[in-house]
């Protein structure tokens, strides 16, 4: 299997760069931020508790964002891989993905991590809310608070990877098209 964490900051790109990823590689995209999404729209019970965190740009807590994932990932249990997007945040979850896939004898193949600076991230989350309407992208305030929840929280995740030789860094800035191609190049140089 190939599973990739893509990784980054919010407005990194991870959304747009997975589109392009899972047509070439004929992947799994698990984005959950997506399934949050999904169960706010439908209001189930989880969306209803996610809703409390992802509306002020905190993180839903572990447990609950854990168990979340690995019943989607147990839903394609015949996949030929996976891209993880916006999952692991916190090493917590970075430990849990570990041992779901040990369980299913594979692994992360690569987290391919996009660096984009702080000044052009806020640009460009305020850009995409005017056709995402996400309420966390529209308020500069709580955009400040999910760069610093990433600064704190989530970026320490890379550590985590690259002490299993898994982490490589892709420049987030340029085209979208000369983005897709650095990470084209980085998973076929496996
Ligand atoms: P995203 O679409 O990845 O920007 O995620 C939107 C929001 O969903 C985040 O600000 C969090 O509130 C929540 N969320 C998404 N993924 C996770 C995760 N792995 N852990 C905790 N919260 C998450």
Not at 32 to 58: Q, S, W
């Amino acid at each position: 299997m190939l599973n990739i964490v893509l990784f980054g900051p919010p407005g990194a790109g991870k959304g747009t760069q997975s589109e392009r990823l899972i047509e070439k590689y004929d992947l799994i995209h698990l984005s959950t931020g997506d399934i949050f999404r999904t169960h706010l729209k439908e209001n189930t019970p989880l969306g209803i508790l996610a809703r409390t965190f992802m509306d002020v740009g905190k993180l839903v807590p572990d447990e609950v964002t854990i168990e979340m994932l690995k019943a989607e990932v147990v839903l394609h249990s015949n996949a030929k891989g996976f891209i993880f997007d916006g999952f692991p945040r916190t090493n917590a979850q970075a430990e849990a993905l570990d041992e779901l896939l040990q369980s299913l004898s594979t692994e992360i193949s690569i987290m391919l991590s996009l660096e984009v600076e702080e000044e052009e991230l806020k640009k460009r989350l305020l850009g995409r809310a005017e056709v995402s309407g996400r309420a966390d992208d529209a308020d500069p305030v709580i955009i400040e608070r999910r760069i610093s929840i990433y600064n704190q929280d989530t970026a320490p995740v890379k550590a985590f990877y690259q002490a299993q030789n898994k982490l490589t860094a892709i420049q987030g800035t340029g085209t979208i098209d000369e983005i897709t191609h650095r990470l084209f190049a980085a998973i076929d140089a496996l």
